[in-house]
């Protein structure tokens, strides 16, 4: 019998039984001291009880997870997963084959209710078994070298929650399933909450009746959800960017928390969707998102993407080879508003190795025109040439023993130099700028689950981002700081899972970039002052909060 074969048998046994006040340095420094240990008390009152009630009320033995493919199997979430959110093989083979059992096409009866009439049956699955939300919420603190300005400093928040999503899945009948995600998001739209889909998709499993060898997703969705780090389900919950980029250059007064592997890493680069010559501080003509930031997730490591994908494995569900390619629907940043079409491939390889279930991944991604360089001259924004392609390419490797986890991800941005001929009397200047045509991201994470109900994990990330590299010298008034720079963090998280799908952790980020400056342009370009640098103003950032789905 087959690996897949006893997996499945086993199961089926299973389920039967970012201005700064007029304080000196030292001052502040005390006051921050004071500040961090004043969190630390509170986040020590506010931890401990939560944990102590939780197991005082939680039956830590036979707790169960009650998520809506947990209710529909009546399984426990440890089912499908290591340690919630991450998938474990099973899990990730139920994902692949479109929400049915792997090596089955049971999405079309298995615990739906029937219902008989003149034209044949009609299965549906009870509300319940495909209904699902998700609450995250916490208590945070972040340290800065100076004040980011912007409303931005370094006071406790307290966001519980900020986020509500409403998952709705499974499978309408057999070979066909779907997946929709709502967001409640009550900080998007400032002082109006917000409702709003994020991923909406449709898969249509084994086609041909070949089990397992095509199966093609269409709609909104994460096209890295079958790659061995994926964008979705990360153990440190994102922790995204204040920044505006309705302006240019993009004021940013804190970098996200988020797995630099997925970032652009690229500065100096825009939508051009205004005309060249706006003035830069114009949000109602740049609007938002004309500024690309170099820190959010994006091409085959966005959260979201428009498009098609076929994947599957060429030698059917026992196969140890999980092929994917597919097509992203954006729009291009040459001015004319067009659409373009990116494509992408990915391959994955399975296999066990010293006791562990292991897999290496690489992919490629191809986005057509889809950044421009641009500089802010004279107060308003000048474009390239033209726009240039972004190509990135990534591996990635997953090791999973019984209470370890250990993943990474490395990626690997390229783009073309820009050439600068049609600005007239800036031309010459703007020729002076220095760019950098590659950037990289690196991503590891180690998971341990010292106890059935600990987990604790580390997470390192560095982005050697690309780009504009130092403004025109013309423009500068002291030393051309580079712009492009290196960001390096550490993110230990503690989690206790009173329940499997619900978890109570205490995180922390830990900023060890080496300290550098913006460059000064005395007032030439916005918000280049000689400051430090976003990527090395924040310290650190500590958080206690909750995760929980049902």
Same mark, same amino acid.
């Given at each position: 019998?087959?690996?897949?074969?006893?997996?499945?048998?086993?199961?089926?046994?299973?389920?039967?039984?970012?201005?700064?006040?007029?304080?000196?340095?030292?001052?502040?420094?005390?006051?921050?001291?004071?500040?961090?240990?004043?969190?630390?008390?509170?986040?020590?009152?506010?931890?401990?009880?939560?944990?102590?009630?939780?197991?005082?009320?939680?039956?830590?033995?036979?707790?169960?997870?009650?998520?809506?493919?947990?209710?529909?199997?009546?399984?426990?979430?440890?089912?499908?997963?290591?340690?919630?959110?991450?998938?474990?093989?099973?899990?990730?083979?139920?994902?692949?084959?479109?929400?049915?059992?792997?090596?089955?096409?049971?999405?079309?009866?298995?615990?739906?209710?029937?219902?008989?009439?003149?034209?044949?049956?009609?299965?549906?699955?009870?509300?319940?078994?495909?209904?699902?939300?998700?609450?995250?919420?916490?208590?945070?603190?972040?340290?800065?070298?100076?004040?980011?300005?912007?409303?931005?400093?370094?006071?406790?928040?307290? #966001?519980? /929650? *900020?986020?509500?999503?409403?998952?709705?899945? %499974?499978?309408?009948?057999?070979?066909? $399933?779907?997946? !929709?995600?709502?967001?409640?998001?009550?900080?998007?739209?400032?002082?109006?909450?917000?409702?709003?889909?994020?991923?909406?998709?449709?898969?249509?499993?084994?086609?041909?009746?070949?089990?397992?060898?095509?199966?093609?997703?269409?709609?909104?969705?994460?096209?890295?959800?079958?790659?061995?780090?994926?964008?979705?389900?990360?153990?440190?919950?994102?922790?995204?960017?204040?920044?505006?980029?309705?302006?240019?250059?993009?004021?940013?007064?804190?970098?996200?928390?988020?797995?630099?592997?997925?970032?652009?890493?690229?500065?100096?680069?825009?939508?051009?969707?205004?005309?060249?010559?706006?003035?830069?501080?114009?949000?109602?003509?740049?609007?938002?998102?004309?500024?690309?930031?170099?820190?959010?997730?994006?091409?085959? #490591?966005? /959260? *979201?993407?428009?498009?098609?994908?076929?994947? %599957?494995?060429?030698?059917?569900?026992? $196969?140890?080879? !999980?092929?994917?390619?597919?097509?992203?629907?954006?729009?291009?940043?040459?001015?004319?508003?067009?659409?373009?079409?990116?494509?992408?491939?990915?391959?994955?390889?399975?296999?066990?190795?010293?006791?562990?279930?292991?897999?290496?991944?690489?992919?490629?991604?191809?986005?057509?025109?889809?950044?421009?360089?641009?500089?802010?001259?004279?107060?308003?924004?000048?474009?390239?040439?033209?726009?240039?392609?972004?190509?990135?390419?990534?591996?990635?490797?997953?090791?999973?023993?019984?209470?370890?986890?250990?993943?990474?991800?490395?990626?690997?941005?390229?783009?073309?130099?820009?050439?600068?001929?049609?600005?007239?009397?800036?031309?010459?200047?703007?020729?002076?700028?220095?760019?950098?045509?590659?950037?990289?991201?690196?991503?590891?994470?180690?998971?341990?689950?010292?106890?059935?109900?600990?987990?604790?994990?580390?997470?390192?990330?560095?982005?050697?981002?690309?780009?504009?590299?130092?403004?025109?010298?013309?423009?500068?008034?002291?030393?051309?700081?580079?712009?492009?720079?290196?960001?390096?963090?550490?993110?230990?998280?503690?989690?206790?899972?009173?329940?499997?799908?619900?978890?109570?952790?205490?995180?922390?980020?830990?900023?060890?970039?080496?300290?550098?400056?913006?460059?000064?342009?005395?007032?030439?370009?916005?918000?280049?002052?000689?400051?430090?640098?976003?990527?090395?103003?924040?310290?650190?950032?500590?958080?206690?909060?909750?995760?929980?789905?049902?």
């Amino acid at each position: 019998m087959n690996v897949l074969s006893v997996n499945t048998f086993a199961v089926r046994l299973f389920l039967n039984g970012l201005s700064k006040p007029n304080l000196g340095a030292t001052q502040m420094k005390k006051i921050s001291m004071k500040m961090s240990e004043c969190f630390c008390r509170v986040a020590a009152m506010f931890m401990l009880p939560i944990m102590a009630i939780s197991m005082f009320l939680v039956d830590i033995g036979t707790a169960e997870a009650i998520p809506a493919f947990a209710r529909k199997f009546q399984a426990n979430c440890a089912l499908c997963h290591t340690n919630v959110p991450r998938l474990a093989p099973f899990g990730q083979q139920f994902l692949a084959n479109g929400y049915q059992f792997p090596g089955t096409t049971d999405g079309g009866d298995t615990a739906k209710i029937k219902l008989d009439g003149a034209q044949g049956p009609v299965t549906l699955d009870k509300l319940s078994n495909m209904m699902a939300v998700r609450l995250r919420g916490d208590i945070q603190k972040a340290s800065y070298k100076d004040e980011p300005g912007g409303g931005v400093d370094d006071r406790v928040e307290i #966001n519980l /929650p *900020t986020i509500v999503n409403f998952f709705f899945g %499974g499978t309408v009948t057999e070979n066909i $399933s779907y997946f !929709l995600e709502s967001e409640y998001n009550r900080m998007e739209a400032g002082a109006e909450a917000s409702i709003k889909f994020e991923r909406v998709v449709m898969q249509f499993s084994n086609i041909g009746g070949a089990q397992g060898i095509a199966n093609v997703k269409v709609g909104n969705f994460d096209p890295s959800s079958l790659f061995s780090f994926p964008t979705h389900r990360q153990q440190l919950n994102p922790i995204l960017p204040i920044a505006q980029t309705d302006q240019y250059p993009p004021a940013i007064q804190r970098i996200p928390m988020l797995p630099y592997a997925f970032s652009s890493k690229l500065f100096g680069m825009s939508t051009a969707s205004a005309p060249a010559g706006t003035s830069g501080s114009d949000a109602d003509v740049l609007g938002e998102g004309f500024a690309l930031l170099p820190f959010a997730p994006t091409l085959y #490591n966005a /959260p *979201t993407q428009t498009g098609i994908s076929v994947h %599957g494995r060429p030698g059917g569900d026992n $196969s140890p080879l !999980l092929y994917q390619v597919g097509m992203a629907l954006n729009t291009k940043a040459d001015g004319t508003g067009d659409q373009r079409t990116d494509v992408y491939a990915m391959l994955r390889f399975d296999f066990q190795a010293a006791g562990a279930d292991a897999q290496v991944s690489g992919f490629w991604y191809n986005a057509p025109d889809a950044a421009r360089s641009t500089l802010l001259m004279g107060g308003n924004v000048q474009y390239a040439d033209s726009a240039t392609d972004i190509t990135r390419v990534g591996i990635g490797a997953r090791a999973q023993w019984e209470t370890v986890d250990v993943y990474f991800a490395y990626t690997q941005d390229s783009v073309d130099n820009p050439t600068w001929n049609d600005l007239g009397g800036m031309t010459a200047m703007a020729n002076m700028s220095e760019w950098e045509d590659t950037a990289t991201g690196f991503s590891l994470e180690a998971d341990w689950r010292f106890d059935p109900n600990w987990m604790l994990g580390v997470r390192y990330d560095q982005m050697d981002a690309g780009g504009l590299k130092r403004l025109p010298a013309g423009v500068v008034t002291t030393v051309n700081d580079e712009i492009n720079a290196t960001v390096q963090m550490i993110s230990p998280i503690l989690k206790y899972y009173p329940s499997p799908n619900i978890a109570l952790y205490t995180r922390a980020h830990i900023n060890v970039s080496s300290s550098s400056t913006l460059p000064d342009t005395s007032g030439a370009v916005a918000g280049f002052d000689g400051q430090e640098h976003p990527a090395s103003n924040l310290e650190n950032v500590v958080a206690l909060g909750v995760d929980m789905a049902f």
